[in-house]
């Protein structure tokens, strides 16, 4: 039996429905802010679709969890969040985006509204899925550049053995002007606002590393 949500199957839609109360059709964005999603997922409005995914599982939860611990003390001493599920709204590109993890101030955190402005954000990082790596690589990566986020860390578990990339100095037009990438098992620093060392070899099950 094939596990759905372990495959990170999303699905998508480009048709604008009708409102119930008016008949009219909605705009994609009045769409995205009235959906209901599922139990289990989360909705995002990228590149003029509204995308649904799985809330992640096992090896994704488990690098979450190592990363959590690993920037917990950091962020204790600078006042910040290190959390999930929170909606990052991207003016350049007009989208809304679910990151797997973000770095925010608590500040932020504490205001009350639901999306967060990818002004506030320190860092933001994607855990790839097949279905989402497409999108995490390309059209994320280009989006948070344009929004201004300070760093994006990848983690794809689907290159090679898995990799790590931290991205770094937007430049205003779509790109990171810096990046490193390492294999699974080395440590890689993540830049300034955060000045973090990661371990990587946290990211690897016990059974793989034997």
């Known amino acids: 039996?094939?596990?759905?949500?372990?495959?990170?199957?999303?699905?998508?839609?480009?048709?604008?429905?009708?409102?119930?109360?008016?008949?009219?059709v909605m705009t994609l964005r009045e769409a995205w802010e009235q959906l209901e999603t599922p139990p289990g997922y989360r909705a995002e409005m990228l590149r003029g679709e509204?995308?649904?995914?799985?809330?992640?599982?096992?090896?994704?939860?488990?690098i979450f969890g190592s990363l959590v611990t690993r920037l917990a003390?950091?962020?204790?001493?600078?006042?910040?969040?290190?959390?999930?599920?929170?909606?990052?709204?991207?003016?350049?590109?007009?989208?809304?985006?679910?990151?797997?993890?973000?770095?925010?101030?608590?500040?932020?955190?504490?205001?009350?509204?639901?999306?967060?402005?990818?002004?506030?954000?320190?860092?933001?990082?994607?855990?790839?899925?097949?279905?989402t790596r497409t999108r995490d690589r390309e059209y994320k990566l280009k989006s948070y550049a344009l929004a201004g986020i300070p760093l994006y860390l990848i983690v794809d578990l689907?290159?090679?053995?898995?990799?790590?990339?931290?991205?770094?100095?937007p430049d205003g037009e779509g790109a990171y002007i810096e990046h490193q990438t390492v294999g699974f098992g080395r440590s890689i620093t993540l830049p300034d606002p955060i000045g973090v060392e990661i371990d990587t070899s946290r990211f690897v099950p016990k059974s793989r590393k034997d």
């Open 1 to 24: 039996m094939v596990d759905l949500a372990e495959r990170g199957t999303a699905l998508v839609t480009t048709e604008f429905p009708y409102s119930l109360d008016t008949g009219a």
């Open 50 to 62: 509204i995308i649904l995914s799985p809330t992640p599982i096992d090896k994704h939860n488990r």
């Open 73 to 131: 003390a950091k962020a204790e001493a600078e006042d910040w969040s290190v959390t999930n599920t929170q909606t990052i709204s991207l003016p350049a590109t007009d989208e809304e985006a679910v990151p797997d993890l973000i770095v925010i101030p608590q500040e932020a955190m504490d205001s009350g509204e639901w999306r967060k402005s990818a002004e506030e954000v320190l860092l933001i990082c994607e855990i790839t899925s097949p279905s």
């Open 158 to 169: 689907y290159d090679h053995e898995g990799t790590v990339t931290v991205y770094s100095e």
